[in-house]
């Protein structure tokens, strides 16, 4: 049974690969056809629920309404379609069934907003549901009763983030509502004017008439001028009601910016930012007559009368109204769009982003809610590349477990201590002295969202943003990573198998055939590569094959991180029972906890497929979500075997301990759209393709094998000293990945302005290296390297000559990058290399924050004032600077950085505080520091 | 442009004889580690004036005034002044002296008051007619301004006196008062010195002022650069010819000839001799800039103290004292600021002795005290002053530099750049105390 599975679970795969390799000499096409992918739903891989006859298999978002046609009806779902096997209109006749309007008022009043959660034990079935109302004024009552729930299987989801999913659902209900209110009063006023239009027409027809002495007439004429004046009265009376509720100015200004930059814009592109399946009913109800008067055409085209929100009423032309005491009902009632006009956009982006960040697991929702905290306060915050934080100066400061959060407290200290016996981050050594901070070390990473938007995910048991990346550089034939690279991606996909495979047996190494029969799998399909990756390839497996003996050796020599994990399974687990942290988490939250991290790895693995497709929905430019369930991944699939199997062995024991270990490690990625505009600023005029398709620091592992000194480049960057990468025209492919690859160390990398150019014509002026850290810069053949750099630049910038192969810069005497440089051999996988990277970015990070609080914020940090000289001030504290690193084991080159890196964070820090001083006009410079002290040298390469 | 490169081109062939010194490797004496560029400026930045401990402030020829903070290299304010180049720039104090008025002539032929506290224009002068070449402050809160002609003016603006001069070529480019009332001051037109005074008329109940022309003074060989008051008794002139003169304040009359040149026309009259710029130190020493290099002068015993004559690749334009004496620096149009100062084994030891005496930059610079300064004769006594430091960062010519204590270095140059040049050390403090005062304890300021 269980070796049918295996295979069963490496047949898709197989499959998947070998058509790969057909396509291997037309471009490296891996967009999948449709009918390679497979047809079958494929269930979640570690899903608690078993598979139900009808059960929900992922979250969506449902508003319905509660139409006065047709009853309670879907409106839309995100995604189109919601869940797959999953009866949305029953559901929505639930929901809208709770009758949410308890007022007994008379008349026109404002309808105030409920929120309930609702739950289907038997079905699993959990939904946050937010009652709202929104007004029409040809709507019964002039009230539309809708509802916007969050529907998950999870109902830990929403008692745990009930507090979140609340809040967010207001802000969407917010937009919807303010709105719907200013397309409700613009209606009315509108109605007002055709009403007394129509009156004072009736009135002129009445003194006409009365001429003409027709007294039957005039009673019905009294009639109707009298439903007229109870008409009026009612508009007057609902239209001041709103009117007095319109008292959100920010909003209004926001929607008025919204207008101003669409009618800017062509209509086309305007009528684009319509969002999801309401386009073609948007198509529709332009063409409808509008339902009141017109505006004049002179000034306003008949397209812009439609959707405007600030109309001015001196362009109305009022028409008469057909005078009835009762209501039509026959009217088309206006959609969701119409309704809230600039609301339904803003609100629907919202709840698009809200389903973007709460339809991941519950465990990846806990592990960054941990983490936030890092996020904040954002300018002490210290990043590296663009998703790694290496510590917050300002954060967890009183906490008992030091800058981190304590659910995990103890597990880094596990895995350095793991690490040091098998010599593979044996730096800790040298931080012994500091235990504290290390312990916490691993827990500072994180990751956060990219400025375009997509999730970055970096720092973690599998890189799943790297392998889409790796997809669209081999599309676009940069020769330098040739099919090597990807076949190390697959090859390390395959070990990702084994390690779950060998998790199954809670005794340590063991051969059993089911490994056997994968290696031999993992080799056939390697060995159906092409001839030249054979070699290199064949390596790996070799590797595999080895470590099925031994498997623990295995995992060490690919990845260090998996590597400690799997020692600590095979170890025999016995510091199981030691492992809570003090500080947090009862038992039963542990065990919940564990819970969720089953289905962690394969949702990782499962948002491969979805990632690209979302990335070539983005470039199509469309904004709608492809529902990722359609498609999930093949590799998905057959860890979701492997995870069947799982369930059948003892299940909870060291396993979710790795589990456990792993989380600490996990990819984070903030959707949530305030940390995207706050600590993030989108940059969408970015223009240069080949640096937003390539993830920061690909390539670093080519980069760093390929030059022998790069490490004094690398320690230029960490000192902040501006590294200009030269290159002649050919080369400046090299050039871009080289800028490309070191971009991972960059300190600025979020910042507003752009800390590096991947290629640029002209040697940029010195003045902007305040900002401008990494430059690659072309150099013209006929134009000496000499003539080319100028003696400032030389000697403010560190100059990296591709061609020649020679660096000029200061030369760097010190243990991290050392370390670094010895290790980058080791290392066959890029990804493991970047998580080694940041490991140590982190160690040297945390470093600084001891240099911080304990020096800088100290009495030490201020120097004294009795020194006339400057030279005498600058010296003294030097001394003190180089004692203090002493003590924290911190030596000669090293010292340097991480001043740098406190510097970096005390500039955000001030910047920060005149940013927010709103009497300060102008802000600080940036300084640009010269580095005399250090001497530079030509080095080879 | 051109010819710039061209002079250079020329002057690298001459150096068969001297080599311009170089700099390599780690410059541990230079101080200025850490460097903020001030951008604002569209033009040469030709003009940088301290107001106070806290204040600079810059103008260019793009007639654009900017006030800088120099603590933390921040723009404070800017005035776009003019609509010409700015040529000239006076600091006063204001009628109550608590406010600090900046005077500016420009070439658009405008004079402006402005009060820089408040940010504003207080007077805007257009009487003077022709172009404005610079600007003298005389009596008390009077001020002459000169191009072609001479004008009197009182602190409210007002015209009090113009003088006509002579039909001449060139307009008077320099202006110095001569003693401490400045009621008598110098002016400097081409090749020709003259003085003037200022004489108080009493009519009736007025006052009136009048210029009066006293004298004219001997003809320089060539046009004069450089025109500074040494002491009470004493001032300086220098010209393109590399001559410098020494005038008695009293009976102006040439007293000493210094650094005469034979042959000062040079290749291609290039003038290499040329002197560019004189300041004055400890009212006796004179530091001139004398084509590319520099020389210090004791004009009370008429020695040359030291000199470089090859300093720079490039006419040097500017120099003082930085850091109380133990260094001096130099800018120059190849677009670098250098600094020289002895060279010692062991400056930190050399530093403590230094700084617990009380002495002059003078005696700093030449490492010697002025006692012994007095018994020595020969020049040859004082080594020829090492290049410690190199400052790169402009990349056009380095026009003004001024010294801010320990706030360091400021300089501006053809780049349209203000350039901060700090010690990081320092700077490092400095944002750990803006840190504990103001970032992590905002309450305490409100």
């Known amino acids: ?941 | 442009m051109w010819q710039k490169l061209w002079r250079k081109g020329d002057q690298q062939k001459d150096e068969d004889k001297e080599v311009v010194e170089e700099i390599e490797g780690e410059e541990t004496c230079n101080p200025y580690t850490e460097l903020y560029f001030l951008q604002h400026h569209s033009d040469i930045v030709r003009h940088l004036l301290v107001i106070d401990d806290r204040r600079c402030v810059s103008a260019g020829d793009d007639g654009v005034v900017v006030v800088w903070d120099t603590q933390l290299c921040m723009k404070l304010s800017f005035f776009e002044a003019h609509s010409r180049p700015i040529t000239c720039m006076l600091s006063i104090d204001g009628k109550n002296k608590d406010s600090n008025l900046l005077i500016t002539g420009s070439s658009d032929k405008h004079i402006k008051v402005w009060n820089i506290d408040q940010g504003k224009c207080v007077q805007d002068i257009t009487e003077h007619g022709t172009s404005v070449k610079c600007l003298l402050p005389v009596l008390e809160n009077m001020f002459v301004s000169a191009g072609e002609q001479l004008h009197l003016w009182g602190e409210d603006g007002a015209l009090l006196d113009t003088f006509p001069l002579d039909k001449q070529e060139a307009d008077i480019s320099l202006l110095i008062s001569t003693n401490l009332k400045n009621e008598r001051f110098v002016t400097a037109c081409d090749k020709e010195l003259t003085v003037y005074s200022i004489k108080d008329l009493l009519d009736l109940n007025e006052t009136s002022y009048r210029i009066c022309q006293d004298k004219r003074l001997p003809e320089h060989l060539e046009a004069v650069r450089a025109l500074v008051p040494v002491s009470d008794k004493l001032f300086a002139s220098g010209s393109l010819d590399g001559t410098i003169l020494l005038w008695s304040s009293e009976t102006f009359t040439p007293l000493k000839k210094l650094n005469t040149m034979a042959d000062y026309k040079g290749k291609a009259n290039m003038y290499p001799y040329s002197v560019q710029y004189i300041a004055c130190e400890n009212q006796k020493y004179l530091l001139a800039a004398i084509g590319c290099g520099f020389a210090l002068f004791d004009t009370v015993s008429n020695t040359l103290l030291c000199r470089k004559v090859k300093a720079h690749y490039s006419k040097v334009t500017q120099l003082t004292f930085v850091c109380d004496g133990l260094l001096l620096a130099t800018c120059s149009e190849d677009g670098s600021i250098r600094l020289w100062g002895q060279k010692s084994h062991n400056p930190g030891e050399q530093l403590a002795v230094k700084a617990s005496m009380g002495l002059s930059p003078i005696e700093r610079f030449l490492d010697i005290n002025f006692g012994q300064l007095h018994h020595s004769k020969s020049p040859d006594h004082f080594p020829e002053p090492v290049l410690l430091g190199e400052c790169l960062g402009h990349c056009g010519s380095v026009m003004r530099i001024v010294d801010q204590g320990l706030e360091g270095m400021f300089s501006c140059g053809g780049d349209h750049l203000v350039i901060a040049w700090k010690n990081s050390e320092l700077q490092k403090m400095k944002r750990n105390q803006v840190i504990q005062e103001k970032v992590l304890n905002p309450s305490v300021i409100v």
């Open chain 1, 1 to 941: 049974m269980m070796d049918l599975n295996m295979f069963g679970a490496d047949l898709p795969y197989n499959m998947y690969i070998q058509e790969e390799e057909s396509k291997v000499n037309d471009g490296w096409n891996f967009d999948l056809e449709d009918y390679l992918a497979p047809h079958s739903q494929v269930p979640h891989p570690w899903n608690r629920q078993t598979a139900g006859e009808s059960h929900l298999d992922m979250d969506f978002i449902l508003v319905a309404e509660f139409s006065e046609l047709e009853g309670p009806r879907e409106v839309l779902t995100i995604p189109r379609g919601g869940s797959s096997n999953f009866n949305i209109t029953d559901f929505s006749v639930r929901i809208m069934s709770l009758d949410h309007q308890t007022t007994t008022k008379q008349g026109f009043h404002l309808i105030e907003d409920s929120q309930v959660t609702f739950s289907e034990i038997k079905d699993s079935v959990f939904a946050f549901v937010h009652h709202f109302a929104l007004y029409d004024r040809h709507a019964r009552g002039y009230v539309r009763p809708f509802a916007i729930s969050y529907i998950t299987p999870d109902s830990r989801k929403l008692l745990q983030f009930y507090e979140e999913i609340s809040q967010q659902m207001k802000k969407v209900v917010r937009y919807l509502k303010y709105g719907n209110k200013l397309v409700f009063k613009n209606s009315l006023e509108m109605h007002l004017m055709d009403l007394h239009y129509t009156k004072a027409e009736m009135l002129l027809r009445m003194r006409s008439r009365k001429s003409s002495h027709q007294v039957s007439d005039e009673d019905v004429c009294y009639k109707n001028l009298r439903t007229l004046e109870a008409n009026i009265t009612e508009t007057q009376n609902v239209l001041h009601t709103i009117k007095l509720s319109l008292v959100d100015k920010k909003l209004e200004h926001r929607f008025a910016r919204l207008e101003e930059k669409a009618k800017i814009e062509t209509p086309r592109v305007k009528s684009d930012s319509w969002s999801l399946q309401e386009w073609e009913e948007i198509e529709a109800t332009y063409s409808v007559s509008s339902v009141s008067g017109s505006y004049d055409g002179s000034s306003l085209s008949d397209n812009t009368t439609g959707w405007t929100l600030f109309p001015d009423t001196r362009y109305y032309r009022p028409k008469t109204v057909k005078i009835s005491s009762g209501r039509q009902f026959d009217i088309h009632l206006q959609g969701l769009h119409e309704l809230c006009s600039w609301g339904h956009r803003e609100g629907m982006q919202k709840l698009r982003h809200l389903y973007q960040f709460f339809k991941r697991d519950m465990a990846v929702l806990q592990v960054e809610s941990n983490d936030k905290t890092f996020m904040d306060p954002g300018p002490s915050a210290l990043y590296f590349g663009e998703d790694c934080i290496g510590v917050n100066l300002l954060t967890g400061v009183d906490k008992k477990c030091m800058g981190c959060h304590c659910l995990q407290a103890d597990i880094p200290g596990l895995l350095f201590n793991k690490c040091s016996s098998i010599e593979s981050l044996s730096f800790k050594s040298a931080a012994s002295s500091f235990r504290s901070v290390n312990d916490d070390d691993a827990e500072s990473m994180k990751s956060a969202i990219s400025a375009t938007g997509s999730p970055i995910v970096n720092f973690g048991l599998y890189n799943e943003n790297d392998v889409p990346n790796t997809f669209e550089l081999e599309k676009d034939n940069i020769d330098l990573y040739s099919n090597n690279e990807f076949i190390r991606h697959l090859t390390f996909k395959i070990q990702q198998l084994d390690i779950d495979i060998s998790k199954d047996e809670p005794m340590g190494p063991i051969e059993n055939a089911e490994d056997r029969t994968t290696i031999d799998n993992v080799k056939k399909f390697v060995e159906s590569f092409g001839d030249g990756n054979k070699e290199r390839s064949l390596d790996d497996v070799e590797k595999l094959e080895e470590g099925n003996g031994a498997i623990s050796e295995m995992v060490v020599s690919t990845s260090t991180l998996l590597g400690e994990d799997f020692e600590e399974r095979s170890s025999g687990t016995s510091d199981h029972e030691d492992f809570t942290c003090e500080c947090d988490l009862s038992d039963v939250e542990t065990e919940g906890m564990r819970d969720r991290l089953h289905t962690l790895t394969a949702e990782n693995v499962g948002q491969l497929e979805y990632e690209k497709e979302a990335k070539n929905e983005k470039e199509a430019g469309s904004i709608t979500i492809a529902p990722e369930t359609e498609k999930t991944s093949v590799l998905a699939q057959s860890i979701k075997n492997e995870s069947m199997l799982e369930r059948d062995s003892e299940g909870m024991t060291s396993y979710d301990l790795i589990r456990l270990n792993i989380e600490n490690l996990i990819p984070v990625d903030f959707d949530s759209p305030e940390q995207e505009s706050t600590l993030f600023p989108s940059n969408p005029d970015n223009n240069s393709p080949d640096a937003d398709n390539l993830a920061c620091g690909f390539g670093i592992l080519h980069i760093m094998t390929k030059y022998a000194s790069i490490k004094h480049v690398i320690y230029s960057i960490l000192i902040g000293r501006s590294v200009i990468v030269v290159g002649t025209p050919d080369l400046e492919g090299e050039v871009k990945n080289i800028v490309n690859a070191l971009k991972i160390f960059l300190t600025s990398y979020h910042r507003n302005h752009k800390s590096f150019i991947p290629w640029t014509k002209c040697l940029p002026s010195l003045y902007k290296m305040t900002d401008l850290k990494l430059v690659g810069v072309c150099r013209p053949e006929r134009k000496p390297f000499d003539r080319f750099i100028p003696s400032a630049i030389k000697k403010l910038c560190t100059v990296f000559d591709v061609k020649r192969r020679e660096i000029f810069c200061p030369v760097y005497q010190g243990y991290y990058l050392s370390l670094l440089d010895n290790r980058v051999r080791n290392y066959k996988m890029e990804e493991m290399l970047t998580t080694l990277i940041k490991s140590i970015m982190v160690e040297i990070s945390s470093k600084a924050f001891i240099y911080f609080h304990s020096f800088c914020i100290g009495p030490a940090g201020v120097g004294r004032q009795d020194y006339k000289f400057l030279q005498q001030q600058s010296s003294s504290f030097q001394r003190r600077v180089s004692n203090f690193m002493a003590k924290i084991g911190v030596h000669d080159s090293d010292a340097h950085i991480i001043e740098f890196l406190c510097e970096t964070i005390k500039q955000q820090l001030i910047q920060d505080h005149f940013q927010t001083r709103a009497s300060v006009s102008h802000m600080p410079e940036r300084p640009l520091a010269t580095h005399n002290d250090l001497c530079c040298q030509m080095m080879k390469c």
